[in-house]
Nanobody, 114 residues
């Protein structure tokens, strides 16, 4: 059974940083293109960053230069370092493969105050 567990969210001020982490069981994260997604209130879930099996990262324009996607194969985890946070980054953040499984973890709330 595949489980994805996100952690690391919180409340920060504009310009602050957070590091999100995703732990998986039942799959090897490096066998898939993995993504970090977010869903803000009243908006659709969007992909903000991804990493291919080969380790190539891609970012949405809205987070490029501020977010960094990393992977620890030995721990079977993926992280998202988020710097220079803005209020528009406020959302619930999820990890999933890309394309996503038809299920999601509980996500982790990121709130950026202005």
């Amino acid at each position: 059974q595949v489980q994805l567990v996100e952690s690391g969210g919180g409340l920060v001020q504009t310009g602050g940083s957070l590091r999100l982490s995703c732990a998986a069981s039942g799959i090897r994260l490096n066998f898939f293109t993995m993504g970090w997604y977010r869903q803000a209130p009243g908006k659709q879930r969007e992909l903000v960053a991804s990493i291919t099996r080969g380790g190539i990262t891609n970012y949405a324009d809205s987070v490029k230069g501020r977010f960094t996607f990393s992977r620890d194969i030995s721990k079977n985890t993926i992280d998202l370092q988020m710097n220079s946070l803005k209020p528009e980054d406020t959302a619930v953040y999820y990890c999933n493969k890309f394309p996503a499984f038809d299920f999601w973890g509980q996500g982790t709330q990121v709130t950026v105050s202005s």
